[in-house]
Structure formats: C-alpha cells, structure tokens
C-alpha cells in the first residue's frame, strides 16, 4: 500500500518498540513518520511540523487513566482542528478510545494491532480529510461523476447528501446510515457500495432484526459440520460470503446485547471463527450500517454498546424524511409510475397534475417507501389511463388517518402470477399496518421469520 504523497505522520507513545515498528511500517508505506515520547514533544512536533495526521497512545508512563491522552487530543484539536488523530489503546481499555471518539478522535486501534488495518485507518482518515465538498452540487455533475442508479430527486438536501456519498465512498470508512423507515437506507447503501474501490466485489445485505440470537454466529460466521445438533453439512457465514466486498447491516439497532459483543469483536480485530472451527479467518469487508432507531438514545438506555457505537459511525449520514424534500414528489412519482408499469407488463399510464399535487398534499410518514406502497397500489387497479387524485382514493391511501383499517382491493387476478398477487398482498399490510412487521405477520397468517424471507424474496425493504 503506498500513499500517494509524501504525508507526514506523528507517532506518540512512550514505547521505543511502538514507535520504532510503527516508523518503519509507515516508512514503508510511504509516509514521513515523526515520533515523540510524550506529550510536550508532540504538541512541539505538531505546532512545528503540522503533520498530516496523529496515531498517539491514550496511556503514558506517569498515568494510566488515560487522562494525558485525552488532554493531548483536546490540546491538537485546539490547535489543528482538521488534523485527523487516530488513537491506539488496549482492548481492555475500549472505553477510553470512545472517550476519545468523544472528543473528536477519527477513530481507533486495539493493541495488537494488524497492519493492513492500521494502514487502511490511516489512509482512509487522510483521504476523508483532504476531500472538500464542492459549492456548487448540480444533479448533472453528480450523475457524471458517481453511479448514482435508483436515487431520484434533486432537492438540495438530497444532492448535499449524494455529494457526500460519492466523497465518501472511495474510502474504506465505516459509514452509519440513519433515517426515518422507509427512508431510502438500502438504495444509500448501494451507492456507497458501487462507487468504492470494492464495486467488483460482493455486497452483502443482512437483516439483523431477522435474525434471533442463538442464530447470530452461524448467521454472520457461519459454522462447521457438527458444530451443534443440526449442523448436518458446513455453513458459509455472511462476513465470508462478502469477501473482500462491502457487508451491510441493516436494523443494526435491533441486534441483542449478546451479538453486539461478538459483532464489536470481528469489527475490532477483522477476523473470526466459524461455530465449532479453531481456524480463524479474516473478514476484509467494509461496514455499512443502518437502523431507524436513535443509538444515542440506546446507549444511554443501556441498550447499545457505545464501543460499537463509534466503530460503525466513523461516517454519519442522515437522510432526511420525504416531509422535507416534498419538491422530489413529482420526478418520484412519476418515476415510480413508469417502473411499476414495466414491472406488471401494463400499459404506461400517466399522473394529472391534479394527481401530483395531491400527493405532495400528503404527510407521508412512511416516506418513500408509502409513496411507492400507494402508487403501486392505484396503478394494480387502476382501470384508465391517467391516475387522478380518485385513483389513490380507491386505492385505500391511509393518508393522514393514523391507524385506519382499509379493505383489500381487488385485484387483478388474470393478469397476475400467485407471487405478484403475494406481494401485493404484503404490501398492502405494511401500508395498513405502517410497517409493523409483527401485525403484518399476523395479519398474513406468518411467522416474523417466514415474513422476513418473502420480504427478502421480493425485494421489499422494510
């Protein structure tokens, strides 16, 4: 791995053999390294030389609170806001490096470290560092520059957020997806993935809110033949499905506090072993996480780790609800309208004006994911070819009516296969049920988990 200038880098710690290895690596790699011994030298170091990025220990001979590294992070940000500092701790010591992350640390490293994962934080730091956003965002330009297939808008807040997508996404940095449900999460998540370095490679999508926690390991790490009753044959697991690809775990909020330690881990050290194997294996994945859920709420609930907190968030993205973007309404809709015809065989059918107004009219607190549930709705029964306001009425459009309980329409049987009247049908119950996959689930007459695997099956993200 060579950089591809020469960035001066400043090594902190009062261990000769840490700083002496560390020099060398990132010699090796390309970088200038500076060392210092103990914080005095390094702000010396950092006001004389401004290096282009900090690795320091959080603990120093004199104490082990890890209070001088704190005050050393707090001092360099005073002076260099912008100079990424990376943080080296032990893994006992976890929750001083989310102290850290506290105070404006980039992220962090567990002693012993790898170094393909230390050189791949520092350059991914470096790299997030020296791209600057670009003042002038047009659609155009975007869709020139970035693979962007699937996003339709062109608000403002939504070209500011795919600007950030195509910036971000050459990195290796771990990225947290959060939204409101039906917010576009999965199609962000896409785009992250086909415009990184790892396109060629596999993107692997997991539910975690569909998986329970005595299935957690073989899920995500799979198993070996034997390794409990029912391991009849051996299990390839979700992070060696991914390769050397991109993992996506959506519903991250939903995991137990069982799984969070054993996702933390593999997060932490990039390897694992399968259930029953004693061979570890390496898990070369870039993480994207989304939930719905507010995890600083969580954490201070005592419901999430906040380590595993700030191992996915080294990148935040929030996409804004579909309440604050209501100009995207109509290139939506009749977007939507076009892609549902092609997917049914129907005939194109048309949106009055009168049609688009109404449904910029609407709350639409399932965001985009209620807008496609309605239109797609209106146009398997619609019986013209023009969709009026009328046209989602009949249809059973909730609209404003929190709760209400609407009838199944009926369908258009001969021009339907049993798996698109099935999804329909599925559709339907999310609308009515907002998404309440457990009233869903009883409303069809199925478990969670058999509910989870059509919704797979179908495409539909929840």
Known sequence: MRASAAKKILIVDDDESVTSSLSMLLKRAGYVP????????????????????????????????????????????????????????????IDLAVKGMKAGA?????????????????????????????????????DAQYDLAGIVGQSPVLLQLLETVGRISATDASVLILGE????????????????????????????????????????????????????????????????????LDEIGDLDKASQVKLLRV??????????????????????????????????????????????????LRLPPLRERKEDIPELARHMVQEICQRYGYAPLQLSDEAVQWLQQQLWPGNIRELRQTIERAVLISDTAELTPHSFQNAGRLGKQVGAQTQIPDLPVGTMTLEEMERAMILKALSQYRNNLTQVANALGLSRPALYRRLEKYGVSV
């Open 181 to 248: 449900s039906g917010t576009g999460k999965e199609l962000i998540a896409d785009a992250i993935h086909a415009n990184s370095k790892r396109r060629n490679k596999p993107l692997v999508k997991v539910n975690l809110g569909g998986i329970p926690g005595n299935l957690f390991e073989s899920e995500m790490f799979g198993h070996v033949k034997g390794a409990f009753t029912d391991a009849k044959s051996e299990r390839v697991g979700r992070f060696e499905a991914a390769g050397n690809g991109s993992i996506f």
């Open 34 to 93: 500076l060392v210092a011994f103990d914080p005095a030298l390094a702000l010396a170091l950092v006001q004389e030389h401004q290096p282009d990025l900090v690795i320091h220990d959080m603990n120093f001979s004199r104490q082990t609170s890890g209070e001088e590294g704190l005050q050393l992070l707090q001092a360099i940000r005073q002076l260099y806001g912008q100079t990424p500092v990376v943080l080296i701790t032990a893994w006992g010591s």
């Open 106 to 142: 980039n992220d962090f490293l567990a002693k012993p470290w790898s170094n393909e994962r230390l050189l791949q934080v520092v350059a991914t730091a470096l790299e997030i560092n020296s791209s600057k956003a670009d003042s002038t965002i047009t659609r155009a330009r975007l």
């Open 267 to 316: 997060l932490q050290d990039q390897s694992y072993q399968p259930l029953g194997s004693s061979t570890t294996r390496t898990a070369n994945v870039r993480v994207i996480a989304a939930t719905n859920h507010d995890l600083d709420l969580l954490v201070t609930n005592g419901l999430f780790r906040e380590d595993l907190l700030y191992r996915i968030n080294l990148i935040t």
